[in-house]
């Protein structure tokens, strides 16, 4: 069922959201060569609780760390471990905050020291296919003009789509519906409304976009290893167009 949430649900939900972006910000200077994605799983889980809130994916459906970080091939749901950030790596940082009940999700892709052209390549149009998206977003488009515009995007630059995943609602739970696929058709899917609060989420790859799932049931993984990003943000519809809830 998609909710249109009120003016205080809004309140709520952007505050989460703030607090999202702001772990974001207190990351960054920490993503370095050395770090284990442990340490950062740590750092960031107390900023989020001095903050007020909780780690909205710590226990979800059992996932056993506060944030998801994933390395390279990586493309979502990464425990994280004892491996140590490595110069040249890309890392994508997933956070959810829920606060009084309301969550906020945003994840972002982070070069570790100098990475490749082609990795660069990879973040730019990522994070570029979000915005793409994003510009979709207005009361009476559809969920399908927004995934239409993030695979447009996609195919004129050669990057590959992750279709087994995608954005979502957010409220009281971090996945509502509808469903925000990457793909999809214009002019089709649920129609936006004011008051809706989504979640857009491109995943694109410099390979193929066929994926497989470690053995730990969670970690999506490319099937050829080529690298992935993943560029997400949490959104409320407007009258104009949208309000971005994880950003500044
Ligand atoms: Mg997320
Ligand atoms: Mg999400």
């Known amino acids: 069922m998609i909710t249109i949430k009120s003016e205080r649900e809004i309140e709520l939900l952007k505050i989460a959201g703030n607090i999202v972006y702001k772990t974001h910000q207190y990351i960054k200077p920490f993503i370095k060569e050395g770090i284990t994605t442990n340490e950062i799983n740590s750092l960031a889980e107390k900023f989020i609780i001095d903050n007020g809130a909780t780690p909205s994916f710590k226990g979800y459906d ?25 110069n040249g790596d890309i890392i994508t940082l997933d956070i959810g905050a829920c606060y009084k009940g309301y969550h906020g999700d945003s994840a972002w892709t982070y070069q570790v020291g100098e990475v490749t052209d082609d990795l660069r390549y990879l973040m730019e149009h990522t994070e570029k296919s979000l915005f793409i998206g994003l510009k979709q977003i207005k009361p009476g488009n559809r969920v399908g003009d927004i995934g239409n515009a993030i695979a447009s995007y996609a195919a004129e630059h ?5 279709k087994e995943l995608c954005g979502h609602g957010v409220g009281t739970d971090v996945h509502e519906d509808p469903n925000v696929p990457n793909y999809g058709v214009k002019n ?12 857009v989420e491109p995943m694109l790859t410099l390979g193929s976009p066929e994926i497989y799932i470690l053995d730990n049931d969670w970690t999506v993984v490319t099937k050829d290893h080529s690298p992935s990003a993943h560029y997400e943000h949490t959104v409320v519809v407007t009258q104009d167009g949208y309000e971005i809830l994880t950003g500044e």
């Not at 996932?63 to 390279?72: E, G, H, R």
């Not at 050669?158 to 992750?162: A, E, I, K, M, P």
């Not at 089709?188 to 409304?193: D, I, N, Y």
């Open 188 to 199: 089709t899917g649920p129609r936006l409304k004011v008051g809706m609060v989504i979640a």
């Open 62 to 86: 059992g996932f056993p760390s506060a944030l998801c970080i994933s390395i390279n091939d990586e493309i979502v749901h990464g425990f994280p471990s004892n491996r140590k950030l490595k």
């Open 158 to 162: 050669n990057l590959g789509v992750v």
